[in-house]
């Protein structure tokens, strides 16, 4: 040190102190001022665009059984309501039934629960379904007063995203304690039509990860994912910002994918085969004789799907959704769904004759529709879920003037 050069004293150091103490406080709230100021516009954004109920960032929740289940009491203003037994439906469900009543429960995956488009051309068409738009309040309005002495009532109890194994379970965990008298399944896109080698719908359920990730080793990543999760669910900016991401990800994938894989149908349908065995024909066949077992009927419908060739003309909407099929999904996956049609049905067939249940092909019932009835590869407009609904009534008449024949 040269003789000349000033030396800190402890004064001058301690007088730095306050200073830097200030900037901090001052840094510390701007970033709070920013987050808050964040955090109330993503807010007033979901109240006022979203249906944000101003409670329920989420239309389901963990469930330690199934993975998943629906949100008691979630509503979305723009026309969703779940009631407090996390049915899809805007009246309370009692366990006991009421006197004179028939008891119907929808079961099945998205398109039963009536979700919105997933398809970049259909989703400012169709972004809700409402209550008053899904299948069993059509089904319900197309039996009111059809059956003399009963009031009919159909309870949806579709969970997006579930595969057959999931009914066996709900039966047992929830449905049957609310003595229904009738159960119908609509199914298809999820797990009937599985090729992957080594299918198992009970291992390789995609909502189990979020469970083996933080149930499993205490990794940082595992801490890093919890973190990201806990504040998609708890905060309103961190939650739009996820889906604005990814959404902003799944259209980076469609602009920059690479090659469509190609797809052997011969070899697609022999996996078929042996996944349908090992999965949901078993599964049809547990939850027929469950059903049979407790007196209670059961109809096992296969779903409409945009790829199966159909009477129906297509809408331009439908148009550029079949269309988007054909240039991005697997090379061969139209020609492997209709070739897998008529095995599915086959299997459906078998596996409900033990319990002697009803099979209803919904494939192809939209021949004389005219406008949109899909709004993606496999969900529903309000049109197509009423017509649907309309399918389902003889089967369900013919069971129910059944029931009285035999009374």
């Known amino acids: 040190m040269q003789p000349d050069e000033p030396r800190a004293t402890p004064s001058a150091f301690h007088a730095t102190r306050p200073g830097l103490r200030r900037r901090i406080f001052a840094l510390a709230l701007v970033g709070v001022f920013t987050f808050g100021l964040l955090e109330f516009s993503s807010?007033?954004?979901?109240r006022l665009f979203r249906g944000y109920d101003g409670e329920h960032l989420m239309n389901y929740e963990f469930d330690p059984y199934k993975s998943i289940r629906l949100t008691p009491n979630f509503r979305d203003t723009r026309g969703i309501a779940h009631n407090a037994q996390g049915f899809r439906r805007s009246e309370d469900t009692p366990r006991e039934k009421p006197p004179g009543t028939y008891r119907?429960?929808?079961?099945?995956?998205?398109?039963?629960?009536?979700?919105?488009?997933?398809?970049r051309f259909g989703v400012a068409k169709y972004p809700v379904i409402r209550n008053d738009e899904t299948i069993d309040h059509y089904l319900e309005q197309a039996l009111d007063g059809k059956v003399d002495g009963l009031r009919v009532e159909v309870i949806n109890a579709a969970i997006t995203s579930f595969y057959s194994h999931h009914h066996l379970i709900y039966l047992n965990q929830t449905i049957l304690k609310y003595h229904p008298d009738l159960v119908i399944f609509l199914d298809g896109f999820n797990d009937y039509y599985n090729t992957d080698p080594g299918f198992d719908q009970w291992r390789d359920y995609a909502y189990q990860e979020r469970a083996h990730s933080f149930l499993g080793d205490p990794t940082f990543s595992a801490w890093a994912y919890y973190t990201g999760w806990w504040l998609f669910r708890k905060s309103h900016f961190f939650h739009l910002a996820g889906r604005a991401l990814n959404n902003a990800s799944q259209m980076m994938t469609v602009l920059h994918r690479g090659p469509r894989p190609h797809m052997d149908v011969d070899t697609?349908?022999?996996?078929?085969?042996?996944n349908a065995e090992n999965n949901f024909v078993k599964m049809v066949e547990r939850n027929g004789l469950i059903l049979q077992h407790e007196g209670v009927h059961a109809i096992f419908a296969l779903q409409p799907e945009i790829s199966f060739r159909q009477g129906k003309q297509f809408s331009p909407l439908e148009q550029e959704i079949y269309d988007e099929m054909k240039t991005y999904w697997a090379e061969n996956y139209i020609e492997f769904k209709n070739r897998a049609r008529p095995i599915v049905l086959d299997y459906l067939a078998k596996a409900t004759a033990p319990s002697g249940a009803t099979v209803v092909d919904l494939t192809d019932i939209y021949g004389r529709v005219e406008g949109d009835v899909y709004t993606d590869y496999c969900h529903l407009t309000p049109t197509g879920n009423?017509?649907?609904?309309?399918?389902?009534?003889?089967a369900v008449l013919s069971i129910i003037d059944g029931d009285r024949g035999h009374s």
């Open 43 to 46: 807010y007033a954004y979901l």
């Open 104 to 119: 119907i429960f929808l079961m099945g995956g998205s398109t039963g629960y009536g979700l919105q488009s997933l398809s």
């Open 268 to 274: 697609a349908l022999a996996n078929l085969r042996v």
């Open 386 to 394: 009423r017509v649907l609904a309309e399918h389902l009534v003889p």
